[in-house]
């Protein structure tokens, strides 16, 4: 993947790819990645379309400040970078913290959004692991702190590939928590993931969700991917999009875990171009996004379900 550019936005440095030519595409990546885990669909994507991939703040190779990281900072974060780019409108695609990112981007600025992919995203249920819940306690940074020391995290970092080695769902996806490890080694970074956490999860797990608010998206196209082995967010949360959004697409991907991107990257890439090619781009009316709000609601509509 291309070396990351840089652009200074509000007193601090942020990353981002910008590939290709076309309608603008925005991948937005998950808690504690970066824009790498777009690595293996970029190529494919760039071929059609005009691909910012950015490092979120506290993230990559982006600034690690001490700053606003709750999902609607990043939302506006997000908005901030495409003005300085000169992108007015784009298709934004989210994986897991990013999906929640991209649900507010879409939520807070529908003027510039044509089409929201949620993919394995966050904001659609309570529902998440254990172990990320487990770092919005007390003491986590000074715990990781210590498992991110050299010598023990590259011990960490080989166990957990040999058990991704194992084949088995359980295990499917220790190959990326080893290179999130890497990330937690830098004490920033750690700083910035806690601050995040605590501003979407709690104990009980997370607090924040588009379910009062799904009904928004019967103006703009919406697809929501996910892999049905994913053991970070459970796959139901897709399953239940119906009683959510009023239109909606849902693809489940059988042999996949929480990085379809990642498991079978021509097949999400494929899926993605289709998508964009027989759906139309949203078209902002103030009008109607006046009475969509009044109306609070509108009848529960079927989505559209594919395997």
Not at 73 to 89: H, P
Not at 165 to 184: K, N, P, Q, W, Y
Not at 256 to 278: I, M, N, Q, T, Y
Request: hydrophobic residues 45%; charged residues 25%.
């Amino acid at each position: 993947m291309d070396e990351p550019q840089f652009v200074t936005v509000h007193g601090h440095r942020r990353a981002y790819v910008k590939r290709g030519n076309g309608p603008a595409l925005l991948l937005l990546h998950g808690l504690a990645c970066d824009h790498t885990t777009w690595a293996p669909v970029v190529d494919r994507l760039a071929e059609r379309f005009t691909v910012i991939a950015p490092d979120f703040l506290g993230h990559g190779r982006s600034d690690k400040p001490r700053a606003d990281y709750t999902v609607a900072g990043y939302a506006n974060g997000m908005r901030d970078l495409l003005t300085v780019l000169g992108i007015d409108k784009v298709t934004v695609v989210g994986h897991s913290f990013g999906g929640g990112v991209a649900m507010q981007f879409a939520y807070q600025f529908p003027e510039r959004t044509e089409r929201l992919m949620l993919l394995n995203a966050g904001g659609l249920g309570r529902e998440v692991t254990p172990l990320i819940r487990a770092i919005s306690l007390p003491g986590w940074i000074f715990a990781f702190g210590v498992l991110t020391m050299p010598g023990l995290r590259q011990a960490e970092q080989l166990a957990l590939r040999r058990l991704r080695d194992l084949g088995l769902r359980e295990t499917r996806d220790l190959a990326e928590v080893a290179d999130i490890l890497e990330s937690f080694a830098d004490p920033r970074a750690r700083r910035a993931i806690v601050h995040l956490v605590r501003a979407a999860i709690d104990w009980r797990g997370q607090v924040l969700s588009m379910r009062d608010r799904a009904y928004l998206t019967a103006e703009m196209p919406v697809h929501v991917v996910w892999g049905r082995d994913d053991m970070v967010i459970p796959v139901k949360h897709a399953e239940e999009l119906a009683t959510l959004a009023p239109t909606a697409e849902v693809t489940i991907f059988d042999d996949s875990g929480h990085f379809p991107h990642k498991d079978d990257p021509e097949r999400f890439a494929d899926l993605l171009v289709d998508w964009v090619d027989r759906t139309s781009p949203a078209t902002y009316s103030r009008a109607k996004w006046r009475r969509l709000l009044r109306s609070g609601a509108l009848p529960p509509v079927e989505a559209v379900a594919t395997a």
